[in-house]
């Protein structure tokens, strides 16, 4: 438990630097621009770690097509995050964020052929009813950003249901290589027409996301292989409160009650997810 816990403090810390990059970034780096340079420097590190590894059938797939299809939808969601991050709040962003098991819940249902009950569906009216409560729906342009984040959620969503599949024949390593080499002409081509590259500090910013987007993900990895799923979710949600604090030291930003509700509605809605009769807590 005390190992899942440090993992997860690099997590919470991954996570804080990559959003306050984000912000520092937004509105003086084009947002595609700095998606490319992330993809390139992730696919520099996952490419050296390869190497070191000496495996190199790493490098290659059977699963092109799928892989394809999951970084278009991922590359989808990573835009509409970093959007939210320069428009909303950053704790509103996470708190949104934390659909995204119950959006893959609700798209395995529909489409992988998981079957709805009462738990799953108790799960995910939780989980409406806390967007509900965070987005509050009005006139507010400030409502259009938290869409625009909530589409991010699905597109990371469908994303995380195809590495399901995909985890099943392919090496983590292999995932997130083509993930990089993927979605780096994908933000090459979309940056074209405003592309400028960054200069002094901001190439410091990229850095730190490339980096903390690895590391984020490594870091709840290795929580998941020392405690269970609902302990993990649970430490996750420690990202609110983290967040929330460096948004108003860093930023000035309010923290309103309907968003904590509304994140502890959705965390009871994926923690019900995990639950299972037969095995208290379903490992990940």
Not at 69 to 82: P, S, T
Request: aromatic residues 10%; hydrophobic residues 55%.
């Amino acid at each position: 438990m005390m190992m899942a816990a440090i993992w997860m403090m690099g997590a919470l810390i991954s996570f804080s630097l990559m959003a306050v990059g984000a912000r520092e970034l937004s509105g003086h780096v084009d947002t595609f621009l700095v998606l490319f340079f992330r993809s390139l420097i992730g696919l520099i590190i996952v490419f050296l770690l390869i190497v070191k590894s000496g495996q190199f059938r790493l490098f290659r797939t059977q699963r092109m097509g799928l892989h394809t299809l999951r970084n278009v939808f991922h590359f989808g969601g990573q835009y509409g995050w970093f959007v939210g991050i320069g428009l909303l709040p950053l704790a509103e962003v996470f708190a949104i964020e934390f659909t995204v098991p119950l959006w893959t819940l609700l798209i395995a249902c529909l489409f992988l052929g998981e079957k709805l009950n009462v738990r799953k569906v108790s799960a995910i009216t939780f989980g409406f009813a806390g967007v509900w409560m965070i987005v509050q729906p009005g006139t507010e342009i400030v409502n259009l950003a938290a869409i625009i984040v909530l589409g991010a959620a699905i597109g990371y969503s469908i994303a995380h249901a195809t590495t399901k599949s995909l985890s099943s024949t392919e090496h983590p390593l292999t995932i997130l290589f083509l993930m990089c080499l993927i979605q780096l002409p994908i933000g090459l081509g979309m940056s074209l027409s405003e592309w400028q590259l960054p200069s002094g500090w901001q190439w410091v910013w990229i850095t730190v996301v490339g980096i903390t987007a690895l590391t984020a993900h490594f870091c709840i990895t290795k929580a998941m292989q020392h405690a269970e799923a609902s302990v993990v979710v649970t430490m996750d949600f420690l990202r609110l409160p983290v967040i929330a604090a460096v948004g108003i030291v860093l930023y000035s930003e309010s923290f309103e009650t309907s968003l904590i509700l509304g994140a502890l509605l959705m965390l009871s809605g994926n923690l019900l997810n995990l639950y299972s009769p037969n095995k208290s807590m379903v490992k990940a």
